[in-house]
Every structure is written in structure tokens, then in C-alpha cells.
């Protein structure tokens, strides 16, 4: 939903193939369009099984442009647009990595193509809210890593 400065709608969208999808951070683009990232085809009980992380492109009215997903058993968390263009996805995944739950990092091009990703974690749950890409290039993530992880 987009709103004026008042609070008043201005459009209503709905995003999603499957009835579980999920996305729970949005941000501006330089076009003026939006950014989302979250799930797809998660399960009521279990929302993460057999989930993908969702990355959604939309223009300033709203309408998608384009939809990345990757893996299995995966939620994106957190997505931003990097000093480039690309985005960065911050996320969980169950399906690779070293444990239970590991931290994912995703770097993509401007169209959401991926130029590599990176998992950190231990034997035990690991999970990452949010992150920005540093002054030096870099990236830094905010999350909760098992007491394992060296």
C-alpha cells in the first residue's frame, strides 16, 4: 500500500503467486520505484516450508516489474539498493550454509540477477534483520548468530 503525507491511499497492490507469500521490507529506489524482499509458497503452519526468498521489483505505481527467487526453505529479511544499482538481500535459509538456520547474504545486479551470495552460521540457528552496504564497499549485517559460529 502506498500512501500521501496525509495517511490517505493511493494504491493497493497485491504481490504473490501463492497464498502463504510474504514480504517484510520495502524500500525506495533511485527510479522511483520500490524494492521488496520476503518469502514465496510458504506453508500456514510452517512458513518457511518449502519457501523461497522472494525479491520483487516495482515501479512508482506499483506494478511489478520483475521477481527473483532463490532456494529452498529461505526468507529474505531485509533489501536495499547498493551504490551500483544492484541490491543486497539479507535473509535466512534452512536449505544450505552450516546449520539449522544460517544467516544469507545476496548480492544481485539492478535486475535482480545474482552475482554471488554468502551463508555464515553455526550448527545452530542463525538469523540476520537488517544490513546496509558500508563506506568502503562493504556490508554489515545485524542479526543473531549461535554461540558456535567462530
Known amino acids: 500500500m502506498k ?8 494504491w493497493v497492490k497485491k504481490y504473490g503467486e501463492g497464498m502463504n507469500d510474504y514480504t517484510s521490507c520495502v524500500h525506495q529506489t533511485t527510479d522511483g520505484g520500490y524494492i521488496m524482499t520476503g518469502y514465496a509458497d510458504g506453508d500456514s503452519v510452517q512458513p518457511f516450508a518449502g519457501s523461497r526468498l522472494l525479491l520483487l521489483k516495482v ?6 516489474m520483475w521477481v527473483q527467487k532463490w532456494g529452498g526453505m529461505s526468507a529474505g529479511n531485509w533489501v536495499e539498493q547498493t551504490s551500483d544499482g544492484g541490491f543486497m538481500i ?7 550454509g552450516a546449520g539449522q538456520t544460517d544467516v544469507w ?5 539492478s535486475l535482480g540477477d545474482t552475482l554471488w551470495t554468502r551463508t555464515f552460521g553455526g550448527e ?3 538469523n540476520a534483520s537488517s544490513g546496509q552496504q558500508t563506506s568502503d ?10 554461540m558456535l559460529y567462530p
Open 90 to 96: 539479507v535473509g535466512e535459509t534452512e536449505s544450505f
Open 105 to 109: 547474504l545476496l548480492r544481485t545486479d
Open 3 to 10: 500512501t500521501n503525507v496525509e495517511g490517505d491511499s493511493l
Open 59 to 64: 515501479d512508482s505505481l506499483g506494478d511489478t
Open 124 to 126: 545452530h540457528h542463525d
Open 137 to 146: 564497499g562493504g556490508f554489515i549485517i545485524a542479526g543473531n548468530l549461535s
